[in-house]
């Protein structure tokens, strides 16, 4: 299974900080892994914690100069074997069930035939709200896989469903969909 390329999507969550294990996993087991950040989980970590992790640049904005001639999303987009989401957001979710591509993760999942995994991290009511489930099943209906949210303290401080999964177990589900 080694050799894959993923694309490791982080969101603007409290639980970004478990991108740096998740990076960390992937490239023990071989994986090349590019992060693509929405706009707002800078304000979680940095970039440049995610790029030295990773070893490559960390794409946050659909709009930044490319290196050499491309359209970054699709690029991306067709790099991919695997995008890996997490956390994912609320937000995001919604976004993504909407085909909305205002950011270059969003662009992206929309530009890309890789399968698509996502782990979700929010509070336990916004998890729960209406909206969100319609979202998750609309995007299981549209291929994609979800891991978690697990039951667990929350940024809250309140117990519920809406803690992001553990990283071994994320890694495991990225595992079984590049198989």
Known sequence: MAGKKIILGVTASIAAYKSCDIINAFRRSGHEVRVVMSPDAARFITPLTLQALSGGRVVTDMFEPPDEWEILHTSLGEWADLIVIAPATADMI???????????????????????????????????????????????????????????????????????????????AARKLLR
């Open 94 to 172: 919604s976004k993504l069930a909407c085909g909305r591509a205002d950011c270059v993760l969003s662009a992206l999942v929309l530009a890309s035939r890789a399968k698509v995994l996502i782990a979700p991290a929010m509070n336990d009511r916004m998890y729960n709200h209406k909206a969100t489930r319609e979202n998750i099943a609309k995007l299981k209906s549209f291929g994609c896989s979800f891991i978690g949210p697990a039951r667990g303290r929350l940024a809250c401080g309140y117990k519920g469903v809406g803690h992001i999964s553990e990283v071994k177990d994320i890694v495991l």
